[in-house]
């Protein structure tokens, strides 16, 4: 008997893929790595936890932990030929173009590349984790003509990566609201660019390849660029006065709001609450409110227009001022989302490869039949 084949717009009701990495409620706006709610997570732990929580599947001993933080700054360094290739990036390529490139050459220098056991994509997964935030600070300091900072085992990825791009170590408060930003990014369900990830590795092609798919996927602007397109639309607005009558305009316009609205939550983010709190304290130390502020009262507005309809803020939406008020530049925010979910990228590649099925769907034919081949002569 034929298989009942259902057409399903942008699989919004389909379950592609099982997962144990993380859970999400849309109703109820709860996120859990593992089991463990993302508020515990972004209090208590920290980037490297959360990655081993993600690819271990539970939490480590202390002792794992430390092994576990060794074994990934043993991975920072780039290969030197990965700074050769930075600097010959036009230094006006997209920080995301630049990224897509550099992540995919990674594999030049990996004698593993293509080797598909369960210990190399570990080791393989060790190095895109470990060397992303090199990447993306090296192509900075490129770009601005300013000495590429090779990283430093004696900080950790967040740290470190901060003081790589700007070439002075942070201050403690924002290595920690650093690290807490890529806890929150790390893993989110079957999102499109992890979705892209599982789809290439399904093929038993590399974890490099997948990894390629996913920064090209993740870096649409309804997907992880809308962090950057928050941005956008602060700058364009300008001013508080301002708020009210752009925002009412483009509602009027049904145009999308960037950083409101989720394919699964018709709730609140849960991680937009914690950088929503995150981007008021920042705010309020740094004394530099008006980008806060500004989005509360977007917020306020929108909540009003649509929240009936299940349009909330989502993650971009206060990770954007967030990172602003970490003095980041603007296109480097899709960047600084796919350093953090590359560690759940790499997961769900792991994950996939346990139980592995090609994932190739159907797709409805619309077109002609019986249409018959015209010589070019009589066309
Ligand atoms: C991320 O999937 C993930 O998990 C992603 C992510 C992760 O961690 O990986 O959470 C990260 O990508 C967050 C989303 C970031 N994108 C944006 O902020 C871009 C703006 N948001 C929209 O483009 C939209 O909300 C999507 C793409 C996120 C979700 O779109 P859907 O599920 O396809 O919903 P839709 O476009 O069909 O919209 C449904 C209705 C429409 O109204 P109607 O035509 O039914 O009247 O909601 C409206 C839309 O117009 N709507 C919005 C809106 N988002 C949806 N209206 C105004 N502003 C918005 N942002």
Redesign the pocket.
């Known amino acids: 008997m034929a298989t009942q084949l259902i057409f399903d717009k942008?699989l919004?009701n389909t379950v592609a893929a099982e997962t144990s990495l993380s859970f999400?409620d849309g109703e109820k706006g709860v996120l859990e790595y593992v089991g463990i709610e993302i508020d515990a997570l972004a209090r208590q732990s920290t980037f490297e936890e959360t990655t081993f929580l993600l690819w271990n599947r539970r939490l480590p001993s202390q002792d794992e932990l430390s092994s576990f933080e060794r074994d990934l700054r043993k991975e920072y360094e780039l290969p030197s030929g990965m700074i050769d290739m930075v600097r010959k990036i036009p230094r006006s390529a997209p920080p995301m173009h630049a990224l897509r490139t550099l992540i995919s050459a990674l594999s030049f220098f990996d004698l593993e590349a293509d080797v598909n056991t369960p210990a190399a994509n570990a080791r393989k997964a060790m190095r895109l984790v470990a060397r992303t935030p090199g990447l993306i600070a090296a192509f900075d300091r490129h770009r601005k003509g300013k000495p590429i900072i090779l990283a430093d085992a004696r900080f950790g990825i967040a740290e470190d990566f901060l003081r790589m791009l700007n070439g002075t170590e942070p201050t403690v408060a924002m290595a920690r609201a650093f690290d807490v930003c890529l806890i929150l990014?790390a893993d989110?369900?079957l999102?499109?660019?992890?979705f892209a990830a599982r789809v290439t590795i399904s093929t038993l092609s590399d974890m490099y390849s997948a990894m390629t798919s996913a920064v090209g996927t993740?870096k649409g602007?309804?997907?992880?660029g809308?962090n950057e397109?928050?941005m956008h639309m602060l700058e364009e607005i300008g001013t508080m006065d301002r708020v009210d009558g752009w925002v009412q305009e483009r509602?009027g316009q049904?145009?999308?709001?960037?950083?409101?609205?989720?394919?699964?939550?018709k709730s609140y983010?849960p991680?937009a609450t914690y950088l929503k709190t995150f981007s008021q304290k920042i705010a309020s130390d740094t004394g530099n409110t008006r980008l806060y502020e500004m989005s509360r009262r977007i917020e306020e507005i929108?909540h009003e227009a649509?929240a009936a309809?299940?349009?909330y803020p989502?993650?971009?939406?206060y990770s954007a001022t967030t990172y602003a008020s970490l003095g980041l530049d603007i296109d480097l925010f899709t960047c600084l989302?796919a350093m953090s979910?590359m560690s759940g990228w790499t997961g769900h590649c792991i994950e996939q490869l346990e139980g592995n099925r090609l994932i190739r769907p159907h797709a409805e034919y619309k077109g002609p039949h019986g249409v018959k081949y015209l010589p070019i002569s009589q066309r």
């Open positions: 942008g919004a999400i990014h989110h369900g999102n499109a660019s992890t993740l602007p309804l997907h992880g809308a397109g928050v509602i049904k145009d999308k709001i960037m950083g409101f609205g989720h394919r699964i939550y983010d991680r929108m649509v309809k299940g349009i989502n993650v971009d939406f989302f979910r």
